[in-house]
């Protein structure tokens, strides 16, 4: 059972925006701004895309944004494209290490 | 560019051990915070354990402690891990990341570990 909880799937047209959300505890999401998201697609290793809540790293699209509100956090991605169809993970700081959680798959119908 | 090799990933029995290797280019490796992080076949990532520039070392993971033990030669650029005891649940692909203030910045391409008779 990963330390932060992610819903298994989600889904959406072309177009159209998602949200995946992010649940944790006081001792991980709740007490820090140290959330990152990562893609990832089949087979390949994963790829920073938000990390500090809301801050893109260099060359990632403006289409991916991040937010958090108290022990949630949540990945936005607004005008889907058939290549954002990947596993998606949120992790957090929690004391002196990251824990993760379980991912997210994103089907572009 | 940032490129992070593992290598010395394979099929290995129950109980025996394998080394780790993650050779790194394109960083101030010798400032670094480095991790190693694991996704079993159909799984989701999971931190193992991390090391700071100096060799200060922190375990995610219980069930790996006194198991496995992360280290670094700063002056070959190069992070290790070394695997004992190995257990089937050990399974999985064995990424080297560069870590910055609690996010993974860099990835390898994985090593793949095969504990199995």
């Known amino acids: 059972q990963s330390a932060l909880t992610q819903p298994a799937s989600v889904s959406g047209s072309p177009g159209q925006s998602i949200t995946v959300s992010c649940t944790g505890t006081s001792s991980d999401l709740g007490d820090y701004t140290y959330v990152s998201w990562y893609q990832q697609h089949p087979g390949k290793a994963p790829k920073l895309i938000i990390y500090d809540v809301s801050n893109r790293p260099s060359g990632v699209s403006n289409r991916f944004s991040g937010s958090k509100s108290g022990n949630t956090a949540s990945l936005t991605i607004s005008g889907l494209q058939a290549e954002d169809e990947a596993d998606y993970y949120c992790a957090s700081k929690r004391i002196f290490h990251v824990v993760f959680g379980g991912g997210t798959k994103l089907t572009v119908l | 560019e940032v490129q992070l090799v593992e290598s010395g990933g394979g099929l290995v029995q129950p109980g025996g051990s394998l080394r780790l290797s993650c050779a790194a280019s394109?960083?101030?490796?010798?400032?670094?915070?480095m991790t190693w992080v694991r996704q079993a076949p159909g799984k989701g990532l999971e931190c193992v354990a991390k090391?700071?520039?100096?060799?200060?070392?922190?375990d995610c993971m219980d069930s790996v402690k006194g198991r496995f033990t992360i280290s670094r030669d700063n002056a070959k650029n190069s992070l290790y891990l070394q695997m004992n005891s190995l257990r089937a649940e050990d399974t999985a692909v064995y990424y080297c990341?560069?870590?910055?203030?609690?996010?993974?910045?860099?990835w390898g391409q994985g090593t793949l570990v095969t504990v199995s008779s």
């Open positions: 090391i700071g520039p100096e060799g200060g070392v922190t």
């Open positions: 990341v560069v870590e910055t203030w609690y996010r993974f910045d860099s």
């Open positions: 394109g960083i101030n490796f010798n400032i670094q915070y």
